[in-house]
């Protein structure tokens, strides 16, 4: 339930849970050169956040809150500078949840998702954020919908990544394999696929490739690395040791040269809050 991300020198994570049922809206932000903590809070108290980072601005997206046992979707993004130490806010054109959101030099591109997990639909939609004017625009659509995805951006084009294309508790439901890789500003398409199927797979530009963490079907962490460059795949193999802990894969992030993962269990998982450096 904790939602993170790193910018500069500074890891944020939002809290999310304090206990079953009860939202917190505390954020601690850790300074990686001072080794120092501070706390802050979020307008509004929510968990299962979506963070993104556009310069020194964190943002953290949408979520979910109780109202007694009842189980609601936020329309609220918080933003946070890191400079500044400073709160805004805006809002999400629609409640919805499970989408997936990458950042490019000055645009938050929103992709997919649902408005309920349970019976759906998905969505193909694509909703733009402009941080020059602060306001939310259609981007077009995905050629298919799907949530419980992945995104990144990397040399002017955007890759959504495996997930769901139907509900749940639905029928005929699938992880998908499938990566549409679309150019800033077109409405074409092309095709890419995973070794394997993948759900909440975890994507991040490294040294001019794309390295995919994704969870198949069976909770096995596997790692695929995409030179765009040379449309080459490689598949690493997750250490046996690690693989356990990896299942509960929930964030990744850069800080300098280095990698890091974040594993995370749910609200029963015996697993702790754990930060992995990962080396090639």
């Known amino acids: ?15 999310g849970f304090k206990v079953q049922n009860k939202n917190s809206a505390r954020v601690d932000v850790y300074d990686l050169n001072t080794k120092s903590w501070t706390t802050t809070e979020l307008s509004v108290p929510r968990h299962d ?9 964190v943002f953290f997206i949408g979520g979910t809150y109780f109202q007694g046992t009842k189980r609601l979707l936020s329309k609220t993004v918080d933003i946070y500078s890191l400079y ?15 989408f997936a ?4 030099e000055s645009k ?28 939310w625009q259609s981007g077009g659509q995905m050629v298919k919908g799907k949530y419980a995805h992945g ?87 997750v250490d046996a040791g690690a693989a356990v802990k990896l299942r509960s894969l929930s964030h990744t992030f850069i800080s300098g040269n280095k990698l890091f993962l974040v594993t995370t269990g749910d609200l029963n998982s015996e697993l702790p809050l754990e930060i992995w450096r990962f080396e090639f």
Request: hydrophobic share 35%.
């Open 108 to 135: 938050l591109y929103l992709a997919g998702g649902t408005y309920n997990y349970d019976s759906g639909p998905t969505e193909n939609g694509v909703m733009i954020y402009d941080a020059t004017t602060g306001q």
């Open 49 to 57: 956040i979506t963070t993104a980072v556009l310069g020194d601005r």
């Open 151 to 237: 995104s990144a951006y990397l040399n002017g084009k955007l890759y959504w990544i495996g997930g769901f294309d139907k509900p749940v508790f639905g029928t005929g439901y699938e992880p998908s394999c499938l990566i549409e890789v679309r150019a800033i500003g077109s409405q074409n398409s092309e095709f890419i696929n995973l070794s394997s199927e993948s759900i909440h797979p975890k994507a991040i530009p490294f040294n001019g490739k794309l390295i995919f963490f994704r969870k198949d079907f069976i909770n096995e962490t596997i790692t695929d690395i995409y030179s765009p460059a040379t449309n080459v795949w490689t598949t690493c193999a």
């Open 1 to 15: 339930r904790v939602s993170l991300v790193a910018a500069g020198n500074k890891v944020v994570f939002a809290v």
């Open 101 to 104: 959101v990458s950042a490019t």
């Open 84 to 98: 500044t130490n400073t709160w805004s806010t805006s809002s999400l054109p629609n409640e919805i949840e499970f």
